[in-house]
């Protein structure tokens, strides 16, 4: 019994590190790999989506212009790649030269560390993406001198870059659905537009060429110095946006819908769908919204496929009916030359909503559109006459009046 006991303890001593020759090295390696972490002086600390990991930071000795580095991590630590590192390299906390992005995974034999090739992020892109909704992100902007890491993303890009005379910016970056081609940029002073990218070569990573571009005085934020809080395309922050009743009240214990709209460059998108949020909890998702409510309350809608966009409104409480109604005209804000748009006016009360039927409309100013009336709908059509500006389109229905201010813009 005590032979077998001790035959027992010593099987499981010898296959401690795996039962094949293999696996015993490799764990043995892996041994070697944390003590050698726990004492070399190129051990750093990082930050990694909030949790801090020990890692050794070492010169890429195949990386000639030393712009990017190694780093060395335990298996137990998986960065993939595209992933965004915290490493204090400069001051003050919020530099971008702070983060590091992951841009290749080196395959090795022998399973005892992993290998991450990094580069430090130097700028910080800022855009407004078509959804009107701001991004900020880190990136790394490299040169065309740097062969080694252009190598790793071999795409049809090159062959734009070759053929084309004008300045160029290429930058590697988390991957992102957020660009799209033709996407302006201010970067150091200077106006950007997206004439490539490339998020399919490299998973993890999105690859974007950037040609050089003009400054638009009237659509983008430019501060004095050129600094890097200059941004494209300021305007068109929120352009795309959510539109309902704001703050409306309500009689205690009375069910009350919400109907949102939804407008992409001020065109009303039809049935779109929301997704309604009470205390951060989903309550509801479609084109309305319906609940009683005992007290005031705070009602988040997001656009149900791109939440960023978003509007909060307070429904309000109390005890005695309402009087009167609540009328809205209901449309695009914007037309575009030659083109009609169709408006009709909704009467809200105690959040029944119902069409109004005999209304009669007219503009403020005919040389920049014309409207018809049929059936309690008004067609507005803008002139193809090139003169943009705002008219007026009010509503009459019995003694009420309501006013909508409509765009009439160009067609690019």
Not at 2 to 20: L, Q
Not at 112 to 141: A, F, M, P
Not at 149 to 167: D, L
Not at 371 to 398: C, H, M, P, S, W
Request: proline letters at 3%; charged letters at 25%.
């Amino acid at each position: 019994m005590e032979t077998s006991e001790y035959f027992k303890t010593f099987k499981a001593r010898m296959t401690a590190d795996g039962s094949n020759y293999k696996d015993q090295i490799e764990h043995i390696a892996q041994r070697n790999f944390d003590q050698y972490l726990a004492e070399t002086p190129t051990s750093v600390d990082i930050i990694y989506e909030t949790e801090q990991y020990k890692v050794a930071i070492v010169e890429n000795k195949q990386d000639e212009s030393r712009l990017s580095k190694q780093m060395l991590s335990s298996l137990r630590n998986y960065f993939p790649i595209g992933s965004l590192i915290y490493w204090k390299y400069y001051e003050p906390i919020n530099c971008p030269e702070n983060y590091w992005i992951v841009w290749k995974i080196q395959q090795n034999s022998l399973q005892d560390h992993t290998v991450s090739y990094i580069s430090r992020c130097n700028h910080k892109l800022k855009w407004i993406d078509q959804y009107g909704v701001r991004h900020e992100q880190y990136v790394y902007e490299f040169s065309s001198k740097e062969n080694m890491i252009r190598a790793t993303f071999k795409s049809r890009v090159q062959e734009i870059i070759a053929s084309e005379p004008n300045k160029f910016m290429e930058i590697i970056m988390p991957f992102t659905k957020d660009i799209k081609r033709e996407q302006r940029f201010i970067v150091d002073g200077e106006g950007w537009y997206v004439i490539e990218f490339d998020s399919s070569s490299v998973d993890g990573i999105t690859y974007i060429t950037l040609g050089e571009d003009k400054k638009d005085l009237q659509q983008d934020l430019l501060i004095d110095n050129g600094d890097s809080e200059d941004l494209a395309n300021y305007k068109d922050e929120n352009k795309f946006y959510i539109e309902t009743l704001q703050n409306p009240t309500v009689e205690r214990d009375t069910s009350y819908i919400i109907k949102p709209y939804y407008y992409e460059k001020g065109n009303l998108i039809y049935n779109a769908n929301f997704n309604f949020y009470i205390n951060n909890r989903l309550v509801g998702s479609g084109i309305e919204y319906e609940q009683l409510y005992e007290e005031d309350t705070e009602v988040v809608i997001k656009l149900a496929n791109k939440e960023e966009i978003q509007l909060t409104i307070v429904v309000g409480v109390r005890d005695e009916p309402q009087d009167d109604p609540i009328y809205t005209i209901v449309g695009d804000s914007n037309i575009k030359w030659g083109k009609t748009s169709i408006y009709s006016v909704e009467k809200n009360l105690w959040g029944s909503i119902e069409p109004v039927e005999e209304v009669d409309y007219s503009l403020s100013d005919e040389t920049l559109a014309t409207v018809e009336n049929e059936n309690g709908v008004a067609y507005v059509k803008a002139n193809n006459k090139r003169k943009i500006g705002d008219v007026i389109l009010t509503a009459q229905f019995g003694n009420n009046f309501i006013e909508k201010t409509i765009s009439i813009v160009s067609l690019w």
